[in-house]
């Protein structure tokens, strides 16, 4: 069998944040409604204009840069011209000739490896409708049209989209929330023979939901990799496809056109203005700490793993509390331990946001600090934590003198010895080799203290009990 090289360009789509659509007032939030949020300009009225969100450019500035793009000097808008109806004007508004950013770069850590990605290009555009499709007929969704959109290309290169949906994150320009479809790629696959210098026949995978990128891709390759070795060359051939979740397997939609087939021109109806030196510096100055960065951070400053800092910095939000519970004075390899373990655990088998995680920085530091005081032990403290939760209170309300641990080391050998003297059965036994008792004496301990007695100061006065 031929041997082929498959080369693999992305552009993502990402839907933005912020309060407003791109090109008109009407409100640009999720809603299970349709049809709630439209204005006039959304559904291409006669006599309707776009006006720019000033919000909308900035962020979308913002993003270029994190990719070290080139910025434009001057900032317009194109129309693309095709017709379909989830697209009421006929076109679409977007960047062709100046996009906001071109030629960048960014490095990322692809399976514990840096890899360095090419960015063709960045720019900014409105999202098309939406539609749904019933037996018998297709109605149209008004509610994503208009919606700000950043439409990230890639040079051919096969890469993780996971860390460019971080830095959307980060940066607080998009929730990037797969769930909603905020964020969607369209996936260019070719295969080209080994050693050839020029690519192969590109064949578009439209809309892929983000869950399903690899597996799209895996399965293009294999489905142009057959052709091409049954001798079927010309059965390649520059189309679009969409991925089918059902099956496994793409289906063709269309010929592709060509970009020159959409007819792009100057955008009429939005004034060509100069991007402001001075407004290009405070954007730059603005940008956050990014996923990568704050990775390296907590493995360096922190000394945590690099797989619990994965983890944590996977989403935002989780970051975000991690980082609450540094500045409350939590050690930070306490707090990655109950974050990674206890609360993501949670987290997921009740679907919940962290946001919306009754145990804020503040009460998880309530439970941390009274076990490093010895005031009870880590596993009172998992109940205290579960029952805090359940009853939606402070866990300093669970934390009192009754459950508190016995780190008093007379009280622990008198009880001890008590419990030592109704056993002599078992210390015999112990002493003659069965050391594996040692467990059921630290048990006889924890029953009649009821969990209480401080578990590293059992051990040790056992030990010396049992050995002398």
Not at 42 to 68: H, Q, W, Y
Not at 143 to 163: K, Q
Not at 205 to 214: A, E, L, Q, S
Not at 389 to 402: D, L, R, T
Request: aromatic fraction near 10%; glycine fraction near 4%; hydrophobic fraction near 35%.
């Amino acid at each position: 069998m031929s041997k082929y090289k498959a080369v693999i360009g992305l552009e993502m789509h990402c839907e933005m944040k912020s309060n407003a659509k791109v090109f008109s007032k009407a409100e640009n939030g999720y809603s299970d409604t349709p049809n709630s949020n439209v204005s006039p300009v959304d559904l291409a009225f006669p006599g309707t204009l776009p006006i720019i969100n000033k919000e909308c450019v900035r962020k979308a500035l913002l993003m270029s840069m994190v990719l070290n793009c080139k910025q434009p000097e001057y900032l317009y808008f194109d129309r693309k011209n095709y017709y379909y109806p989830d697209m009421p004007r006929g076109y679409q508004i977007t960047q062709m000739h100046a996009p906001i950013g071109v030629d960048g770069h960014i490095k990322i850590d692809v399976n514990g490896y840096e890899k360095e990605v090419l960015i063709h290009d960045i720019h900014l555009e409105d999202d098309t409708a939406s539609l749904d499709h019933y037996s018998d007929a297709s109605l149209i969704d008004y509610n994503r049209a208009g919606v700000p959109l950043l439409e990230l290309v890639t040079e051919p290169c096969l890469h993780s989209i996971e860390n460019i949906r971080k830095i959307y994150q980060y940066c607080d320009i998009s929730d990037a929330d797969t769930q909603k479809g905020q964020i969607r790629c369209d996936v260019n696959v070719s295969i080209m023979d080994e050693g050839a210098t020029e690519l192969g026949t590109k064949v578009e995978m439209k809309g892929v939901d983000y869950t399903n990128i690899y597996e799209t891709i895996n399965y293009e390759i294999k489905r142009q990799t057959e052709l091409k070795d049954a001798g079927k060359y010309d059965e390649v051939i520059q189309e679009t496809r969409r991925f089918d979740e059902n099956t496994g397997t793409t289906i063709r939609m269309r010929n592709k056109a060509d970009a020159i087939d959409y007819k792009y021109f100057v955008e009429p109806n939005i004034p060509k203005f100069k991007i402001d030196a001075k407004w290009l510096e405070e954007i730059r100055a603005s940008i956050p700490t990014l996923p990568n960065e704050r990775k390296q951070k907590y493995m360096k400053e922190y000394q945590l793993s690099e797989y619990d800092s994965n983890i944590i910095i996977k989403d935002k939000k989780t970051a975000d509390y991690f980082e609450e519970c540094i500045k409350l004075g939590m050690n930070a390899k306490t707090a990655a331990n109950w974050l990674t373990v206890q609360i993501l655990a949670y987290l997921k088998a009740e679907d919940i946001d962290i946001r919306d995680f009754y145990l804020k920085p503040a009460y998880l530091y309530q439970i941390t600090a009274e076990i490093e005081k010895g005031t009870i032990s880590s596993k009172q403290a998992k109940d205290i934590f579960a029952q805090a939760i359940k009853e939606e209170k402070e866990p300093k309300n669970y934390i009192n003198q009754e459950n508190a641990q016995i780190n008093d080391e007379e009280e622990l050998k008198n009880l001890i010895t008590d419990i030592l003297e109704k056993n002599q059965a078992q210390i015999e036994a112990y002493r003659n080799g069965r050391t594996n008792l040692f467990d059921y004496f630290v048990g006889q301990v924890m029953k009649e203290t009821k969990g209480k007695a401080n578990p590293v100061l059992t051990k040790q006065i056992l030990k010396e009990k049992l050995d002398a």
